[in-house]
C-alpha cells in the first residue's frame, strides 16, 4: 500500500485450512483504495508491505499463494495475529 491513491496498491488474501491463502482481490489506484477502505470498514487487519504486495498482485484471484510465498506471508500473518492478540 502506497499513501498517494493513485499508486495504492492493495492485495486481500483469504485462509481457510487446508491449504495456502488465496488472492481474492487485488487492485491499484481507485480500487487498491477502495480495497484497504473496505477492509477497514470490516475491522479486517491492514499490513504495509509494498514488495509482498507487488509479488501478491501478479498472482490470478482465487489462486492459492505460490510455496515461494509461504515465508513472507506467514511473517505477516504472525505480526498480524500477535497484535490482534494484544488488543
Do not use: C
Not at 38 to 65: C, F, H, K, M, Y
Not at 70 to 85: E, H, K, M, S
Amino acid at each position: 500500500m502506497s499513501d498517494a491513491p493513485s499508486r495504492t496498491l492493495a492485495v486481500a488474501l483469504h485462509y481457510e485450512s487446508p491449504g495456502a491463502p488465496r488472492v481474492v482481490a487485488t487492485g491499484r489506484g481507485y480500487v487498491g483504495q477502495r480495497i484497504i477502505d473496505v477492509a477497514r470498514e470490516n475491522g479486517v487487519p491492514l499490513e504495509q508491505n509494498p514488495a509482498l504486495a507487488e509479488a501478491l498482485s501478479t498472482i490470478p484471484l482465487d489462486e492459492q499463494i505460490p510455496e515461494q510465498l509461504y515465508a513472507a506471508v506467514a511473517q505477516v500473518i504472525g505480526f498480524i495475529l500477535r497484535n490482534q492478540t494484544k488488543r
